[in-house]
């Protein structure tokens, strides 16, 4: 074209300007000649065969002269030729292009304009290359189906020397895999076009011009409206419409377009080929091993030289040849030959479903006469194979490989989809023991990985798959057979020996059969076999037993916990009473029972140096999926408060419970108590690693135990006496503090719901112990030597306090929970379907929950705020939750008297009915914690122990209470007590104090710092904290109270209020109306006065905040007004006054003079510093102002000082790079003020 060779055509586009090049005949031809001359010209120089020596028949001069060279160059071009021309490489001829996908029908139609002879040699390349594949594996892979095979060949022969160095050649192998990558996966030279689409979706949302398409559719939508548009409506998506893109993303769209259709193509092709392959009669195995080594020398050279095979048969050649790969001896071979076969899958996937036996085969060493079928080398025969040092490592080599390819993520679909299969993997996986004791010694734990690698994602994926046929019924039943048999096993006698000849254990491999076939029988018994396989269950149940009576700590007793939950709940009542009760006749069943839930816990780290456990590959998987079956899910705890422990395991309690109900009463109440007789055992078990998971146990048995009285209604007061209540003192004199919290959840999951009559004695009980041990300040201060004083007391009894406190605790939740959620008068929605015992569902009087609440209020509460000043620490945290809780109890009972009411009248006059100022325990708990700072009466340690405790209850209100409520109710009263907390007396105290010590007195000191901080927290905490929308009249007091505190002796309580005004503004700028605005602003400002200097500085931080909140003209004008202010106050010569009542009226007005001189320079500082990014036009007038009280003689050093650090402060923030903007709000007299203050002085000046 003008005088020029052009290779191909241009072509228009929908009238496109751009010049697309379209292909032609004469383009093929050109490829061929290269493709001819590069690539087939060498494939025939190595395919060729040469004349053998004395008689010999001939050979190839690939596999006779073993130029290495000349293979690595080849297989160099044939991977650049494949990336390149890949679209001209298609299979075969088709005789109807209707059922090939739009990309093959291209290339077949541009190959038909090319000669006869050139389109023959194109169809034939790819199969060429193929074959030429598949002879290249076989060499690479000859040493590991054939070990030892070259000894079958003579020294002089040229295979002999050839074979090792084509196999042993690392670029070869390495060429090998990357032609199989690209001949299985690749049909073009575009790849990666879903990344290059997300480019392109990205460049296309650049172009778009979103401000014209508006307009656009508004004149659109106009001319609509008034039938000027026409007839037919242009969409903007058409070329028609007006919508135009830039022309390189029209292009790069045709392109993504076109290699979106080759990688289709790559997809469609295989899957025409599948069903092609169905109706195929002749097939042929390019692969194939054959008996011994010459006889597979002899095929491949027949395979180089023959004729064009089917395409499908070639590409399962080069799968099986990348099998064969994968079990190389070289680990790079290996890892490359893996990732083409996962890759590779994507495409031929339903190639591999054929494999899967000969794989499984493999690992169970069943394949003694199947070396090299499908690739896959006889595993059975390698295990006579042996190194020079006598270990199998051939055998290792290839298990590796083929774990790995039963690893990936196909052939574990494959594996799930079908029963059969199910049964064929669950039997390999199990028998694996033998496998990994013939392993040498260095490779017994990477197999045990590598088997593992095989379970680990079958176990993941594990679905119901449903048995819709009598051949998936018996398919089913038989692995369920299978692992029964596995199972009931004989264990290793005393005779049998440890180690195999290799260095393997037998033991070992045992053990884990036995745990993987426990794990498949508690996985795939179900409801089904429940109610149709009486003999499995029955074999089931007995194997269960059987694991957990002799596998005592082991992986395999927590796997049997998992299967007898299974089996528990899944079962009825009756046949769980049938099959387990004689079974808990026996005391060492029962102790077996016990020890399987003590081992079922995680191991105590901080024992033994706080090594973790190390368990083998896979266990703690097993152990994981077994925890799951142990019970049902659970919802408990049903609200905000956690569990106390870590520990502690809800499904224990609940095995033990749903055990103990399908027992009669007579047979239960025999079996608790064998079983609280283990837990007194427990609970005095010697140190151990094992200790704590004990103690914790013990708990959960007892919270079974108990919860299976209470829904049982055998939870009489002679029962509570005579059983719970003595075991449970015992039980708390003989556990550690740190373990309490475990009885403590104990407690609430056998509560849970239950009428809080039920528990009445347990509350009685509780409350008399705290009577009769808790520390009283009365007794403290009148009984220097009673039992209960601090000194005789020591660690061991405040630890006893706090055990009951901390249960006395968990009764009160129960208590809220019971009443919140309405047991008192009624059952809430939700307690039929979390439990569904009578006792939860019958409806209770009022009186029920007034007995609980009567014990509550007229005993604990006076007692606890007794003993507000405890010394011990953890026993006033117990103490401030207790009073929190009590609180919250009285309240949602308050709320849910009203909502029982019928009627908005009645229930007000339900509220009405209520005595709140005497039947209210928070009224009195803040009346008391009020009074603390005024009571003379306390000691110093016993009112500043009971003012940590006030500020502990103040933070469980705002933490665990509600705005509405707890914030209203008991925050807010006791603010003024909060701001009191921050006043020191300590100094006070000391010189009242005759004959204080040092060590008292640095103790004092201390705690008063302590208790100080504390409050500093509960300010900052409770200035954060938002009020509720619906009560307004809540920030009114708040700010009453702050601003007595504003006014306060003590300059501490002034500079918090100021702090608490900053955090408390910014938490409520949307809920404070304009008087609380006001009132803010002045509180503040009238601190700014303040004679401490720290006091001055937080207002004026807390001013800044105040300021950057109110708009601009609300600022200028208050800017205003203290300029002026400020141009009034500045300092003045002293006249000479000669009468005294002169005197006295000029030292009121200096303090005047100088009060007014503060408040408006440090209110115009707070201003300037209020806008750091921006200068508004009231900034640079305030600047002016305060730079005139920046000079000795006309202000005192504290303010010469603010005025100093403002304005440095707003020189950092704005002179800088847009000082020019800043600049021209500045007059030049403005300037000058500023200049005056920030200039550095020097010497000329």
């Given amino acids: 074209q003008n005088g020029k060779l052009c290779l191909g055509r241009s072509a228009e586009l929908a009238n496109d300007p751009v010049e697309w090049h379209v292909p032609n005949g004469e383009c093929v031809e050109y490829a061929w000649y290269l493709l001819s001359k590069h690539v087939v010209h060498r494939l025939d120089d190595l395919s060729s065969p040469e004349q053998g020596e004395n008689g010999m028949t001939a050979r190839s001069r690939m596999l006779s002269a073993g ?124 790849f990666r076009s879903q990344e290059a689409m997300t480019v392109w979706k990205a460049q296309k949302q650049l172009s778009n011009d979103y401000t014209l398409s508006a307009q656009v559719d508004t004149i659109v939508e106009a001319l609509q409206s008034a039938g000027l548009y026409g007839q037919h409506v242009l969409y903007k998506d058409g070329e028609d419409g007006g919508k135009s893109i830039p022309r390189r993303v029209a292009v790069t769209r045709v392109h993504l377009f076109h290699s979106s259709m080759i990688r289709n193509a790559s997809f469609e092709i295989p899957r025409r080929m599948r069903r092609m392959g169905r109706d195929s009669i002749q097939r042929e195995i390019l692969f194939n091993a054959k008996g011994s080594l010459p006889e597979m020398l002899s095929n491949l050279e027949s395979v180089l030289t023959g004729n064009k095979a089917i395409p499908l048969d070639g590409y399962e050649g080069i799968l099986d040849g990348l099998h064969a790969l994968c079990c190389h001896s070289n680990t790079q071979v290996r890892a490359s030959a893996i990732g083409v076969i996962e890759y590779a899958l994507t495409r031929f996937g339903w190639l591999l479903r054929i494999r899967i036996n000969r794989l499984l085969s493999a690992i169970a060493l069943h394949d003694k006469d199947q070396n090299g079928k499908f690739g896959i080398p006889s595993c059975c025969g390698l295990t006579e194979q042996f190194s020079n040092q006598g270990k199998r490592k051939r055998l290792a080599e290839a298990m590796k490989g083929v774990c790995s390819i039963l690893a990936l993520q196909r052939t574990t679909k494959f594996v799930l989809g079908s029963h059969k299969l199910r049964v064929r993997f669950m039997k390999t996986i199990c ?114 037993f059987r694991m957990i009576e002799n596998e005592k700590g082991q992986p395999l007793q927590r796997v049997a916990l998992g ?87 809800v499904v224990h309690c609940q095995l033990v419970e749903h055990i103990l109900s399908c027992l009669s009463q007579q047979e239960a109440e025999a079996v608790v108590e064998k079983l609280l007789g283990l837990c007194k055992e427990m609970l005095s078990a010697p140190p151990n690693e094992d200790q704590k998971n004990q103690q914790v146990t013990s708990a959960e048995i007892f919270a079974g135990a108990c919860r299976f009285y209470v829904t049982s209604g055998m939870a009489r007061e002679e029962l509570w006496a005579k059983t719970i209540i003595p075991f449970f003192d015992d039980a708390m004199g003989k556990l550690p503090f740190a373990l309490t919290s475990a009885y403590s959840d104990a407690l609430r999951f056998s509560l849970q719901f239950c009428n809080p009559s039920l528990f009445q004695p347990l509350t009685e009980f509780i409350v008399d112990k705290i009577s009769k041990s808790l520390w009283q300040m009365k007794q403290e201060s009148s009984a220097g030597n009673s039992p209960t004083s601090a000194s005789n007391l020591g660690a061991d009894g405040f630890n006893a306090q706090s055990k009951w406190l901390y249960l006395i605790s968990s009764l009160l939740v129960e208590l809220d ?104 325990p928070g009224h009195v708990i803040v009346q008391k914690l009020s009074l603390l700072h005024k009571d003379e009466s306390l000691s110093f340690l016993d009112k500043y122990n009971s003012l940590s405790t006030t500020r502990r209850f103040l933070s469980y209100c705002l933490h665990l209470g509600e705005a509405k409520f707890e914030l209203t109710d008991f925050v807010i009263p006791a603010l003024p007590a909060v701001f009191e907390g921050l006043k020191s007396t300590v100094e006070d105290c000391i010189a009242k104090k005759d004959g204080i010590s040092q060590e008292d007195e640095a103790a004092w000191r201390a705690l008063e710092a302590e208790v100080t901080k504390g409050f500093r927290y509960s300010v900052s905490e409770i200035s954060m904290t938002p009020t509720s929308p619906d009560r307004e009249a809540d920030i009114g007091r708040i700010l009453g109270y702050v601003e007595d505190a504003t006014r306060h002796d003590t300059w501490q309580v002034r500079a918090a209020s100021a702090q608490f005004l900053r955090c408390f503004q910014g938490a409520h700028k949307f809920l404070s109306s304009p008087e609380d605005k006001q009132r803010t602003m002045a509180a503040v400002a009238n601190l700014l006065s303040d004679d401490r200097r720290e006091v001055c500085s937080a207002a004026m931080a807390a001013l800044t905040g105040l300021l950057s909140g109110l708009s601009m003209d609300e600022v ?126 020097h010497y000329y000046a």
């Fill in 67 to 190: 130029n290495i060279q000349d293979i690595r160059r080849c297989l160099r071009l044939v991977r650049y030729s494949i990336r390149g021309g890949a679209g001209l490489l298609v299979d075969e001829e088709v005789t109807s292009l209707t059922d090939i996908v739009p990309h093959e029908k291209a290339c077949h139609r541009l190959i038909e304009q090319c000669d006869t002879d050139v389109r023959d040699q194109i169809l034939h390349l790819r199969s060429r290359f193929c074959a030429f594949l598949v002879v290249l594996a076989s060499i690479i892979s000859s040493d590991t189906l054939h070990p030892g095979g070259l000894n079958e060949i003579p020294e002089k022969d040229s295979y002999h020397k050839t074979l090792p160095l084509i196999s042993r050649d690392p670029k070869i192998c390495k060429e090998t895999c990357d032609i199989a990558l690209l001949l299985l996966t690749r049909r073009g030279a575009s």
């Fill in 817 to 920: 929970i019971s009443e919140s959620d309405g047991v008192e008068g009624r059952t809430h929605w939700y307690t039929s379907f979390l439990v569904d015992e009578h006792a939860m569902v019958e409806d209770l009087t009022e009186t029920t929950y007034s007995i609980a609440w009567t014990v509550v209020r007229e005993k604990l509460l006076p007692l606890l705020l007794d003993a507000l000043g405890h010394p011990f620490h953890s026993c006033r945290d117990h103490i401030s939750r207790l009073l929190f809780r009590i609180c919250s109890c009285y309240r949602k009972r308050h709320r849910t008297v009203a909502s029982r009411a019928p009627s908005r009248s009645n229930s007000t006059d339900a509220l009405a009915s209520m005595n709140i100022a005497d039947d209210d």
């Fill in 431 to 544: 028998e694996t023991d033998e496998l990994v004791s013939l392993m040498p010694a260095e490779e017994m734990q990477k197999m045990i990985h590598y088997v593992h690698s095989i379970f680990s994602p079958f176990r993941s994926k594990l679905f119901n798959l449903p048995r819709a046929s009598k051949h998936d019924v018996d398919n089913h039943r038989e692995l369920l057979q299978l692992s029964l048999d596995f199972l009931s096993e004989g264990k290793r006698q005393d005779g049998d020996s440890d180690e195999s000849p290799d260095g393997g254990g037998k033991a070992e491999a045992h053990w884990r059969r036995k745990l993987t076939a426990c794990w498949f029988l508690l996985v795939f018994i179900d409801l089904e076999d429940i109610a149709q396989e009486p003999k499995i269950v029955e074999a089931s149940w007995k194997t269960c």
């Fill in 1116 to 1241: 200028a004008e208050l800017v205003n007004k203290y300029v002026a202010v400020a141009s009034r106050s500045k300092m003045k010569r002293k006249k000479v006054v000669t009468s005294p009542d002169a005197t006295i009226l000029s030292d009121e007005k200096e303090v005047k003079r100088s009060r007014n001189q503060q408040t408006s320079v440090y209110f115009l500082c707070a201003a300037v510093m209020a806008r750091p990014y921006d200068t508004p036009p009231y900034v640079p007038v305030a600047l002016s102002a305060i730079s005139k009280h920046s000079f000795e003689r006309s202000a005192p050093l504290s303010v010469r000082d603010t005025v100093k650090r403002c304005c440095a402060e707003y020189k950092r923030t704005h002179m800088s790079d847009n000082w020019e903007e800043h600049k021209s709000a500045f007059s030049q007299e403005q300037m000058d003020a500023l200049e005056d203050v920030v200039s550095t002085p």
């Fill in 563 to 649: 299967l007898l939950g299974k089996l528990s709940f899944l079962s009825k009542k009756s046949d769980v009473a049938a099959a387990i009760g004689e079974k808990l006749k026996s005391q060492s069943f029962c102790g077996a029972f016990a020890d399987a839930l003590v081992y079922d816990h995680k191991e105590d780290s901080s024992f033994g140096g706080g090594h973790e456990a190390q368990w083998s590959a896979g266990v703690e998987d097993f152990i994981r999926e077994a925890a799951r079956f142990v019970a049902r899910r659970n919802v408990f705890p049903f609200q905000r408060s956690n569990l106390g422990s870590g520990s502690f395991k």
